[in-house]
């Protein structure tokens, strides 16, 4: 269940923009905090990490402009309410400004404000013009609803007029997701008198002090299991998790912090993992079908094989299992440095996730073949014959005979859909058939629209609709299917509209011999 926040939470805002055009600045001005914290940020006046810092009502993320740390921007665009686009009015946008803009318009963030940073250098007469041609260019980004307004700001700005601007513009729209908990580490530190303490943007799962939660570190270690000391949010000590979204501090009692890595999570043990994984592509820079890219699901970045199946549709292969989940919105980034736009390559919506396939015993001897002289043929027969002649969409085997039915099936004789349910070789062509001419009326499939076709049970009808979703014919959206990539001889008769070429070339090209 996904719930939205009310307005009594602390609003959630990153920065964005091009290196040296204020982001860090204009945090300091509204907070009065310096997010930039390490040392070498000090001395070079460079954001290289995400820095924090609190107002009453807002949490800042402050995110680099150097194309350098494009990932640590990822991190903070996907965990917040909005963004405050920072460009310096005396130059304009410049690379990581267009950077930038393409991945919080890949994530589909709701709110920009524009800022217009060096306000005092522009001449009031040429406000109104500077403010217009801006957020026309920023504007072209958008394909979708996005609320923008674009300001003029310099440190000699009233800050109450800046701080009251942002609270007027933004509401909060990040939602918070109930079920177990999924806690994204971003930093890891010590503190004086309370010991190792972890910080991340909290927004799914509860936590409470003094429970226990499963640490995972990398695919190099196995999950540990930890205890919570305390929990903290904006200075103030909690005895949970609040219900909404928020930055937290979590002291614990692991006892060696130094292994903890930006990309570790606090799970709970009902999380699974998983190693590959369906998704929708919002927007693609280049080919990327058949492409070893870097992955980045906020905080957690990994290598990952990814294919193109159809249209938008991607299917992304990890090295190891990672603990995924159906809706994760995954960065694709292309390893290589370039400047500008050669760091991001898509942002994808996750719809379906798989488990890892079990691999065979190692001591296994694979050339070894079946011996054909001890096998059944009559046997065989019939249950071949048992299936071909029963006509039942809802043939359930068992014992011998379910062993003997799995033979055949590797023979491609017969056709098991689940758990002992089987169909012959000329129902499963029927339901070939039978899908085309569905998708040719209709944009989705239901689980009623097979129990009516074939007079079976919601069971057996969900058991078929698995079983076109593991073929890829079909892909689950809520409580029904969509053709996916149905069989190889048909083409689907309602195509995308971006695809009505493909449409008229393919049109006469529905016919099947099974």
């Not at 070498?40 to 009502?57: C, N, R, V, Y």
């Not at 009015?89 to 410049?94: I, V």
């Not at 199946?309 to 299992?321: A, H, I, N």
């Not at 065989?380 to 039915?405: H, V």
Request: proline residues 6%; contains cysteine; glycine residues 6%.
């Amino acid at each position: 269940m996904i719930q939205t926040m009310t307005s009594t939470r602390p609003l959630l805002l990153a920065t964005a923009g091009h290196i040296d055009h204020g982001k860090s600045t204009f945090v300091r001005h509204l907070t009065g905090t310096d997010p930039d914290r390490l040392p070498i940020e000090k001395s070079s006046g460079m954001t290289t990490d995400l820095g924090f810092a609190f107002a009453p009502g807002l949490a800042f993320l402050d995110c680099p402009g150097h194309e350098s740390y494009i990932q640590h921007a990822l991190t903070g665009f996907s965990v917040v309410d909005g963004v405050c686009l920072i460009i310096d009015a005396t130059k304009g946008p410049q690379e990581q400004t267009f950077e930038h803009l393409f991945a919080i318009s890949g994530i589909r963030v709701p709110q920009v404000l524009v800022v217009l940073s060096h306000g005092d250098k522009v001449l009031k007469d040429q406000e109104q013009n500077l403010i217009e041609k801006t957020e026309q260019q920023v504007r072209q980004f958008f394909n979708y609803d996005v609320s923008i307004q674009t300001t003029i700001w310099s440190p000699k700005t009233d800050q109450s007029q800046i701080y009251s601007k942002l609270l007027n513009f933004f509401k909060p729209t990040l939602k918070f997701k109930d079920g177990p908990l999924r806690f994204f580490i971003d930093r890891s530190f010590s503190l004086p008198g309370v010991g190792p303490v972890f910080t991340g943007t909290h927004i799914q799962g509860t936590v409470k002090r003094h429970d226990h939660v499963q640490l995972w570190l990398s695919s190099k270690h196995p999950t540990k299991k930890i205890q919570i000391k305390s929990i903290n949010r904006e200075g103030k000590p909690l005895t949970e998790s609040p219900n909404f979204p928020s930055r937290l501090a979590l002291s614990h009692d692991f006892t060696v912090p130094a292994e903890v890595r930006r990309g570790s999570l606090l799970l709970s043990p009902e999380i699974g993992f998983n190693n590959s994984a369906l998704g929708r592509t919002r927007f693609r820079t280049k080919d990327i079908d058949g492409k070893r890219l870097l992955a980045q699901i906020r905080t957690l970045q990994i290598p990952v094989q990814v294919y193109v199946l159809e249209s938008e549709v991607v299917r992304l292969k990890f090295p190891y299992p990672i603990p995924i989940l159906n809706q994760d919105q995954v960065f694709l980034r292309f390893p290589d440095r370039k400047p500008g736009l050669g760091h991001l390559a898509a942002v994808v919506d996750l719809f379906e996730i798989y488990t890892k396939e079990r691999s065979q015993p190692k001591n296994r001897n694979r050339d070894i073949k079946p011996n054909k002289s001890s096998a059944r043929p009559e046997a065989d027969s019939r249950i071949e014959k048992l299936i071909n002649d029963s006509g039942r969409w809802d043939l359930l085997l068992a014992g011998d005979d379910l062993i003997k039915a799995r033979a055949l099936s590797k023979e491609n004789r017969v056709i098991e859909v689940k758990d002992g349910q089987f169909l012959s070789v000329n129902q499963f062509c029927l339901l070939q058939g039978w899908l085309i001419e569905h998708f040719s009326k209709s944009k989705e499939l239901s689980i009623s629209d097979v129990k009516d076709k074939f007079g079976i049970s919601r069971q057996h009808a969900v058991r078929i609709l698995e079983f076109c979703d593991r073929h890829y014919w079909t892909f689950r959206k809520g409580s029904s299917r969509t053709a996916f990539k149905l069989p190889s001889s048909f083409r689907p008769a309602v195509l995308p509209p971006k695809h009505e070429h493909e449409r008229e070339k393919h049109s006469d090209s529905r016919g099947h011999s099974c």
